[in-house]
């Protein structure tokens, strides 16, 4: 199994920067696509990017494009998400997942999820 353990949440201003990292563990060879979806109170699960490990290949959300990159560091096992441009309504839990199906912007297509940071735009 994978196991994922995500930090750098916390609190920024409007139009502020901030870096999410995710460590995965365990036999991350199975791994194909890597993700990151968040959550706020009251709303559905929504996704956010991926990157296809092995291939680099990106996708993202409409509501993050052109402000959040998601990239990996192959030698740490570790995937991270640059916030910059911060909105309010980027405020919720992130959750970064691994898993080997295609749907790589579905969140039931993911295995593994780590438990979550919180970030915290404020206006």
């Known amino acids: 199994q994978v196991q994922l353990v995500e930090s750098g949440g916390g609190l920024v201003q409007a139009g502020g920067s901030l870096r999410l990292s995710c460590a995965a563990s365990?036999?991350?060879?199975?791994?194909?696509?890597m993700a990151w979806f968040r959550q706020a109170p009251g709303k559905e699960r929504e996704f956010v990017a991926a990157i296809r490990w092995s291939a680099g290949n990106t996708y993202y959300a409409d509501s993050v494009k052109g402000r959040f990159t998601i990239s990996t560091d192959n030698a740490k096992n570790t995937v991270y998400l640059q916030m910059n441009s911060l909105k309010p309504e980027d405020t919720a839990v992130y959750y970064c997942?691994?898993?080997?199906?295609?749907?790589?912007?579905?969140?039931?297509?993911?295995?593994?999820w780590g438990q979550g940071t919180q970030v915290t735009v404020s206006s």
């Open positions: 365990g036999r991350t060879f199975s791994v194909v696509y």
């Open positions: 997942a691994a898993g080997s199906l295609i749907q790589a912007t579905v969140a039931s297509a993911y295995g593994y």
